[in-house]
């Protein structure tokens, strides 16, 4: 859809970051013409082709091989423990 139309759309139809966009456009603020995927088109796309499952097996393997660090990163944000890092393979 044109990112014009975006900024009568609800977020969760076309995401965040396309909604503001199209806000701000609107609003007068230099945002260039665009268009965006709408939140349905993308699942639609991404399950169809098989996408949803590679990105989230690619997710799972960099958590995997980061957590350790992630741990130490947000261990230190959260020294009471309360933000917890996992990586699980999403199915």
């Known amino acids: 859809m044109p990112l014009a139309a975006a900024a ?5 139809l076309v995401g965040g970051k396309a909604a503001k966009l199209a806000q701000l456009r609107r609003a007068g603020f230099p945002v260039p013409n665009g268009f965006c995927v709408t939140t ?42 309360s933000c917890a890092v996992i990586a699980r393979r999403g199915e």
């Open 8 to 12: 009568d759309c609800e977020e969760r």
């Open 40 to 81: 349905r088109a993308y699942e639609r796309f991404v399950t169809e082709t098989g996408l949803a499952k590679v990105v989230a097996d690619l997710a799972y393997r960099w958590f995997a091989r980061n957590r350790v660090a992630l741990g130490r990163l947000f261990g230190r944000a959260c020294p009471d423990g």
